[in-house]
């Protein structure tokens, strides 16, 4: 009778399991977490931007955010787009807050300066909606689409005009009705 010396528990099978736990399990745990956020921004054609505006039954809060400088916004941009710079973004981000879940088309001139705003307002500032226009308002123009400007003409009713309109009218009434009325 010999006797067996050998242990179950340094079998080959439990070597590997052994050395899989000493070794590995330790790396996993030290590794750093690596948090991966879904991509918030989505860059739209500016056919896409301009169906999003129209469409209020889909998007009804829709925010356009024109990133552009003040002389360049008033020289055109997006009806109804709020300005904010793209150097002033940091600083004023209060003003978007409320809209942190809001649908935000961004734009620019070409595309360039809402592409880092975009990026900015989700990545430090988690804001889940944003939609970065690709082209810019050069583009928005090639496909004719309106635009607005602070430099467009006013038609001003000012008191002359008024006047003038409003005394030929009486002059007119005044006319019809002496034809009307009969003589004794």
Known sequence: ???KTESKLFSPK?????????????AFILMPVVNVKAQTVRDI???TAYDMINNNTQYPNLIILD???QSEYDEN????AILLPVSEIDARISELEPYKDIEIIVYCGVGGRSALASDNVVDNYNFTKIYNMLGGITDWIAEGYPVCSEGQPNIDFNVITFSIILFSTMILILAYYKK?????
């Open 1 to 3: 009778m010999t006797l």
């Open 14 to 26: 439990n070597i590997v399991l052994f050395s899989i736990l000493f070794f590995l399990l330790p």
């Open 45 to 47: 054609s500016v056919q």
């Open 67 to 69: 990133v552009k400088e």
């Open 77 to 80: 941009h997006l009806c109804d």
């Open 180 to 184: 009307k009325v009969p003589k004794d």
